[in-house]
């Protein structure tokens, strides 16, 4: 036999699932649009500067050494 609850806790609220994804922020307003994702990205990578700068910097040297080694090979 089994009794459904009606416990709040176990019903799915959408406002407690938007709260739940930090990186996104999902407007709950009838009339505003959802961001997109590359405002989202732009944003997100606001909050982590320096984790963006340093993959920045880290793919920069990454691609001038596959460059450099490229020329030496072929040269």
């Known amino acids: ?3 459904e609850t009606t416990d709040p806790e176990n019903q799915e ?3 407690v699932a938007a709260e ?3 990186d996104t922020e999902v407007s709950t307003e009838p009339g505003k649009r959802p ?3 590359v405002k989202l990205a732009m944003r997100n990578m606001v909050k982590k500067r320096g984790k963006s700068l340093q993959h920045f910097f880290l ?3 990454g691609l001038l050494i596959l460059f450099v080694g490229l020329a ?3 040269r």
């Open 20 to 22: 739940s994804t930090p």
């Open 13 to 15: 609220n959408p406002e």
């Open 72 to 74: 030496y090979l072929t």
């Open 59 to 61: 793919s920069t040297v």
């Open 1 to 3: 036999m089994t009794t």
């Open 35 to 37: 961001d997109s994702y």
